[in-house]
């Protein structure tokens, strides 16, 4: 269910771009997923093929790109980029940290023609 709501907010955002664009059919849709995101590639595409069928993404191709997280520490405000092991700040040590980036998702790019 979350994926379909989200593979929908795709549609909607890719829509609209290519009617601003008077565009006859979307080709490509560029995203990128940051790398503590929950989506799942492969059922973002089997609902794409399910809610475009009808309108001119219909066939569309969706490329994933991930992005690297980034966490913050809470005690020293340290920034950096975790391992898949450990998230403690390297600089304080402390487990107190926080996510400032990698759970987004966002349309980059749609190729038109
Ligand atoms: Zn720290």
């Known amino acids: 269910m979350h994926e379909l709501s ?6 909607d955002i890719s829509l609209k771009h290519a009617e601003a664009a008077n565009a ?3 080709v490509n849709i560029h995203l ?3 790398k503590f ?3 799942v590639d492969d059922s973002v595409q089997f609902y794409w093929d399910m809610i475009a ?3 001119i993404a219909k066939g569309a191709l969706l490329h994933f790109t991930r992005v690297p997280a980034e966490l913050t520490c809470r005690d020293c405000g340290f920034v950096f980029e975790p391992d898949d092991t450990t998230f403690e700040c390297p ?3 402390s487990p107190r940290v926080k996510i400032s980036k990698g759970e987004e ?3 980059e790019s ?3 023609e």
Do not use: E, K, P
């Open 24 to 26: 006859a059919r979307i």
């Open 53 to 55: 069928d009808g309108t």
């Open 110 to 112: 749609i190729d038109v």
């Open 37 to 39: 995101s929950s989506v």
């Open 32 to 34: 990128v997923i940051g």
């Open 105 to 107: 998702l966002r349309v």
């Open 6 to 11: 989200i593979t929908q907010s795709i549609l």
């Open 91 to 93: 600089h304080c040590l």
